[in-house]
């Protein structure tokens, strides 16, 4: 069985909703998850803000105009009387739920169970549709499967456990439709999976079922090579190896999320993205056989800051990096690249917020520079250490872009560099003419 998941725009109005149901009625027996409409995440946000705002009015303001959206979704979607009525009372229970929450004092529990309603409104209205299209369809609620434990991590035992049970309790369905994003906590609370947790569900019930395939459908024209939007000529990559994919998903993060990768990876299910507005494309395989010894794809990163740290106390000492990683670690303080010289050591992070208290302590240790307005480009492919060539290509491609730094060797799967942003375009079309057009410009 294949587990299917469509993200907020697939589902984003009645007609993209309908345009799903035709896309996953194809005979074949699925589990599909899905995200909330767009924007509705954020909307149950901003309605919680009001509320940590104490500003009940201002909360039920947003509802109200929320609900209206529902409504008029509703009577645009169903076909018959009967279902819409029937969605139409499930949904204005859902939203006196929300409104039960605006008479007292407002918790972070609260806001978790508000946050829920958009999953839960979405797999609704989708199944209600596929009942009335007379498809035997079967709601799989994540909140009775789906578990994180105290760090927020997924307890995958249990959820294969819970979701083996009720799939062999619940009638037996064609498609099972389930929410993405939501779960329950170990106090039995309703939960999430983090903002964009969507993809994590579809593979954790993947990994769950032992499915065929995960299939992440967005409406993004597939995966390229490049960024199109920066540089012309992109191609669409085939296939991809889980590392690379790892690798690219911190970067273009936007067709997969990087927790996505891990259980599928660790399950050996391959994933595969695909886009809803061309469904016979073959979009990206992702999966732990595609290891074709080359270079993949090329992506960026932008607002990078780096730090340099010089210190002679470096040579030949030792707990020097350990004293520095510390600092940043008791910043909560992701570093990204690291390069090293027998003096110095310069790193990149994305996240600026205690930058200026991470040089004051730095300073302790050496002389310290901050470049900013930097942006890291990275090369993907399977570029195995013993093989040769692969560095010189990517090398020459960035022959005449200033280089701030070069990481090789973390992983067989990335060379990064680090340059200034306004180099950026540059740098992505001259990787894309030497890498993937070799020939056409000499
Ligand atoms: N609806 C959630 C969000 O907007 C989860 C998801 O879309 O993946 O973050
Ligand atoms: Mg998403």
Not at 1 to 22: H, W
Not at 294 to 308: F, G, L, S
Not at 328 to 356: K, Q
Request: negative net charge.
């Amino acid at each position: 069985m294949n587990v299917l998941k469509f993200g907020g725009t697939s589902v984003g109005s009645p007609q993209r909703i309908k345009d799903v149901a035709d896309l996953i009625c194809d005979g074949n027996p699925k589990i599909v998850v899905l995200s909330a409409m767009a924007k509705t995440t954020n909307t149950l946000l901003e309605i919680a803000d009001y509320l940590y705002k104490k500003n009940p009015e201002g909360a039920n303001d947003v509802i109200n105009r929320l609900e209206q959206q529902y409504i008029a979704h509703v009577n645009e979607l169903y076909a018959t009387e009967h279902y819409r009525e029937q969605t139409m009372k499930a949904i204005r229970e859902q939203f006196d739920y929300i409104r039960s929450f605006t008479k007292d004092i407002f918790t972070p529990h609260e806001e978790k169970a508000i946050v829920a309603q958009g999953e839960l409104l979405s797999t609704r209205m989708m199944l209600n549709l596929l009942l009335e299209r007379g498809i035997n369809a079967v709601m799989l609620p994540a909140l009775d499967y789906m578990r994180i434990d105290e760090n927020g991590e997924p307890e995958t035992g249990i959820i294969k456990e819970n979701i083996a049970k009720l799939l062999s309790t619940l009638p037996k369905g064609d498609i099972y439709i389930t929410q993405g994003f939501i779960c329950r906590n170990p106090y039995g609370e309703v939960d999430n999976l983090k903002r964009g947790g969507s993809d994590y569900s579809a593979s954790l019930v993947g990994a769950a079922i032992n499915a065929d395939e995960i299939q992440i459908w967005t409406d993004i024209d597939g995966m390229h090579n490049n960024d199109p939007r920066v540089v012309d000529a992109t191609s669409p990559v085939r296939y991809l190896h889980f590392e690379e994919a790892a690798e690219l998903a911190y970067f273009g993060a936007k067709i997969l999320h990087p927790t996505c990768i891990q259980p599928a990876k660790f399950a050996n299910i391959p994933v595969r993205l695909l886009n809803t507005m061309e469904p016979e494309a073959p979009g990206t395989l992702i999966s732990n056989e595609c290891d074709a010894v080359e270079i993949k794809a090329v992506a960026a990163k932008d607002n990078i800051t780096a730090i340099r740290i010089k210190s002679s106390r470096m040579l030949l000492a030792h707990g020097f990096l350990r004293k520095v990683f510390e600092i940043f670690e008791s910043y909560a303080t992701p570093i990204d690249m690291i390069c090293t010289s027998e003096v110095g050591v310069s790193l990149s992070i994305d996240d600026t917020t205690h930058l200026r208290n991470i040089v004051d302590e730095l300073k302790k240790y050496g002389t310290v520079s901050v470049d900013r307005d930097m942006c890291i480009v990275c090369v993907v492919g399977n570029m195995e250490w013993t093989n040769t060539g692969f560095e010189a290509k990517a090398l020459d491609a960035m022959r005449d872009i200033p280089t701030r730094m070069i990481s090789y060797g973390g992983s067989d799967y990335n060379i990064s560099f680090l340059i200034r942003a306004e180099d950026k375009k540059r740098a992505l079309q001259s990787l894309s003419d030497h890498l993937f057009n070799v020939g056409s410009n000499d």
